[in-house]
């Protein structure tokens, strides 16, 4: 319920923006006039994405905090990558209160990820500093 209702208030929002005639969109005269309506659902999905990316999310969910490994049922699935990550991830021991800083649990996780090796949701890189999202 928590995810459908930050998914409805994400597309208010970037319906809002969209409504606006502001130079933040940059867009051309083709586009001011469009609404979220005029969206397929995939070009819905891929504009909530696009703008959860900017601010340290996935699909609703923080990606800081207290993440446990599991093998199944996660919240999010995880490649480990070395070029061109969708998050870089710097794993700490206490709080892990900024986008990027992971700290390993195995009861309370903020959320659940789980390791593989093709389609992943979102890619990783580990890091030891600047941490987070380009």
């Keep these: 319920m928590k995810h459908l209702l930050f998914s409805l208030v994400l597309l208010i929002s970037i319906e809002h923006a969209l409504s606006q005639d502001c130079a933040c969109l940059d867009a051309p005269e083709a586009l001011s006039n469009l609404t979220i309506s005029d969206l397929s659902p995939e070009e819905k999905q891929e504009a909530i994405q696009a703008w959860i990316a900017g601010s ?32 870089k991830v710097k794993y700490v021991t206490s709080f892990p209160d900024k986008c990027g800083l992971w700290q390993v649990t195995e009861s309370f996780p903020d959320f659940k990820v789980q390791v593989v090796t093709s389609f992943p949701d979102i890619k990783v890189k580990i890091v030891e500093s600047f941490p987070g999202v380009d």
Excluded: A, H, R
């Design 56 to 87: 340290c999310y996935y699909k609703g969910i923080k990606l800081w905090g207290k993440v446990k490994y599991v093998t199944s049922f996660p919240d999010i699935k995880i490649q480990y990558v070395e070029s061109f990550p969708d998050i």
